[in-house]
Nanobody, 116 residues
Framework: QVQLVESGGGLVQPGGSLRLSCTAS????????MGWYRQAPGKERELVAS???????NYDDSVKGRFTISRNIAQNIVYLQMNSLKPEDTADYYC??????????WGQGTQVTVSS
């Protein structure tokens, strides 16, 4: 089984940066496309960035050019570097499998609040 733990969230001013980390247990992680999802109050959870085991990346238009997803397969870590943060980025952020792979149990997520 894969267990996911997100960290790195916090309070940041508009224009600031945060680096989120997702640690995953389980040997299948290295074979899985992974993504960062977020859920804002009153909205559905949405995929904002994904990365394949080969390193290919995709981004939602709302974060394109500002967020960068990366991974360290050997360490079972997926990162989300968030720059030029906007108030609309405020949400709970989660990692999980992506690109059609079966989801595993959601972690607790990490909260990102962008506010002055």
């Amino acid at each position: 089984q894969v267990q996911l733990v997100e960290s790195g969230g916090g309070l940041v001013q508009p224009g600031g940066s945060l680096r989120l980390s997702c640690t995953a247990s389980g040997s299948m992680f290295r074979y899985s496309a992974m993504g960062w999802y977020r859920q804002a109050p009153g909205k559905e959870r949405e995929l904002v960035a994904s990365i394949t085991s080969a390193g290919g990346t995709n981004y939602d238009d709302s974060v394109k050019g500002r967020f960068t997803i990366s991974r360290n397969i050997a360490q079972n870590i997926v990162y989300l570097q968030m720059n030029s943060l906007k108030p609309e980025d405020t949400a709970d952020y989660y990692c999980n499998r992506a690109l059609g792979l079966p989801l595993v149990s959601w972690g607790q997520g990490t909260q990102v609040t962008v506010s002055s």
